[in-house]
């Protein structure tokens, strides 16, 4: 299947993509060259693909490793402590691995007083997991998220690049179920 995404485009999540394909090396294949010159093709500086760069690796991957960010800083002239700088800031790039189905539960104020710490507590039990570990299988990562900017309809998750609404632990079984 033909990525449907634009190749310029800054995907910032693996799971936008059907498959992760993993690579060591970001820019040997005509698939990496074709989205790097694509990128410094929208920017007057080299230093501002940055962070479509980051998602590319990190939608390669599955996640933005010590040596695709020294790849990148290489790619576009910068140093690798800049680059790492920029990946730690931003919480959309996975600086480890994860599982296939990303699970994130908003636990601000507004998702808190409709459950919050219930769904979350609720979905690490049903998917055998801690707290930001992958689990056996490989499938989930479940954390808690700062804010997904979903207030109004609390408690908010996110899956992957799917959001779910005032959601109770009662309706976590069914919303795994539609993952698999």
Not at 139 to 165: M, P, S, W
Request: glycine letters at 6%.
């Amino acid at each position: 299947m033909k990525n449907p995404i634009h190749p310029a485009a800054a995907s910032s999540q693996a799971f936008q993509i059907a498959e992760i394909r993993p690579i060591e090396r970001l820019f040997e294949d005509d698939e990496g060259r074709d989205r790097l010159e694509k990128a410094l093709s929208r920017y007057p500086e080299k230093r501002a693909a940055l962070l479509p760069m980051l998602g590319y690796a990190q939608e390669r991957n599955g996640w933005v490793s010590d040596e695709s960010m020294e790849q990148i800083a290489g790619a576009l002239d910068l140093t690798p402590a800049y680059v790492r700088s920029v990946a730690t800031f931003y919480t959309m790039y996975n600086k480890h691995p994860v599982g296939r189905h990303f699970i994130q539960v908003c636990t601000c104020i507004s998702c808190h007083l409709h459950e919050a710490d219930e769904v979350f507590e609720r979905f690490l039990a049903e998917t055998g997991t801690r707290a930001g570990e992958v689990s056996e299988d490989g499938k989930y990562t479940v954390i808690e998220a700062e804010c997904l900017g979903a207030c109004g309809f609390a408690t908010a998750v996110q899956v992957n690049d799917r959001y779910f609404e005032n959601v109770t632990p009662d309706q976590i079984p069914a919303i795994l179920d539609e993952l698999d």
